[in-house]
């Protein structure tokens, strides 16, 4: 299988590979559904931009798909059951002042009187984590939701990449179990922000729509604090996930380590973003890229790794990036991309295996620099030193990459 972008149309035979999923969670369409261009079109109108399909370019290719295990339906589950319950006690103070808002939750503690749905959350952490830690990443653990499941969709995809970067760094067990559940609940805040507003592109928003987005850090803090005492990480992750590290980031505009190992505090005395936050501000950057957001196209793997690497240092933190794209493919399985030397100049092609160097994979090219599809050749790029490869989208150019405060 191999995952494409619908805007470009669908393959001649293709299938979908996967059931897609709905803005809710729940199934939007079925795995082996034939892809036309009434199927593409009726996609498009529910706003999917990318999908797994079944073709002869990406014929023998095997992706496993974390979302068909238990362990992610009990997690992810549990969550939107903890935040479709908190969003109910929440909702009269959607359109209140954000003052207003953080002083009623804190005088209410609504996540206090839900204890028992944290509890079914905090009970699907063992399996999670050991998916997490275990998952294969051979295809750039994208993301595989819908664009409007940005809550509890996402929340679950972040925590799935925090989890395998906490194993990177060299978390123990019971520090990979809590910083998956600070994961989980990080976007809690994003319940009081209306939902057309987060369905607004960031560069249509007002600049009232903005603060009331960027508000969803300090929501999300008020929101955690009556966890604070047993997982005292959370309410830091909620408030500090947009930070960045030369401090242009929101709310407070505080500072990042930009090291794994580092004291609690700068040399100045100053307070620094807590690794565990920037663990999920880089899991949070690259589900967001790859996933899309509101009026945004999703990034493929290899795309998406050259963001990371250019915000590296001055917006997330470089080492926990270095950590990622060691944990990442440099070329994803079942990602497209566009063959670059000799008689095979601008070539289409899939990321069809690894070998023994991991930037130069096998690829089957299925089109040629004209747009023609051709009958699909392998090309070992072992072999083939002079032929090197490029994404088929350039991020320096996607929406949002130079977005600094998202």
Known sequence: MRRIFLDGGAPPGATLARDLSSPEGGVLARAGLPLNARTLRALREHGVASCWVQDAAGADVAVSDPQATNAWFEAY???????????????????????????????????????????????????????????????????????????????????????????????????????ILAALLHDAGLLLVPEDVRRTPEVRRTPAEQRRYEDHAMFGEALLAPVAQRVPVAPLVAIEHHEQQAGGG????????????????????????????????????????????????????????????????????????????????????????RLRGGEIEGARAVVVRHTFRRDRPVVRAFEDASGAVVEPYEVDLIEAQHVALEPVDRPATAPGVAAGRR
């Open 250 to 337: 929101y709310p407070n505009g505080i500072a990042g380590g930009n090291r794994i190992l580092r004291a609690a505090q700068s040399r100045d005395g100053r307070a620094t973003i807590t690794l565990v936050s920037e663990l999920v501000a880089v899991a949070d950057r690259y589900e967001r890229l790859t996933a899309g957001t509101a009026g945004e196209h999703p990034l493929s793997a290899p795309a998406a790794r050259q963001v990371l690497a250019a915000e590296a240092g001055h917006r997330l933190n470089a080492e926990v990036v270095a950590r990622l794209l060691e944990v990442l493919p440099v070329w994803a399985l079942g990602a497209e991309v």
């Open 77 to 179: 589950g549990a969550l939107a059951d903890c935040l479709r319950a908190l969003g109910r006690a929440t909702e009269p103070l959607l359109r209140q002042p954000a003052s207003r808002a953080v002083e009623e939750i804190r005088q209410r503690r609504p996540l206090a009187a839900l204890s028992q749905s944290l509890e079914y959350v905090r009970g699907a952490l063992p399996a999670f984590a050991d998916l997490a830690k275990n998952v294969d990443a051979s295809a750039g653990l994208l993301p595989d939701r819908h664009p409007a499941d940005d809550i509890v969709g996402h929340s679950a995809h972040v925590a799935l990449l925090t989890g395998r970067l906490g194993v990177a760094v060299g978390f123990s067990p019971a520090d990979v179990s809590t910083a």
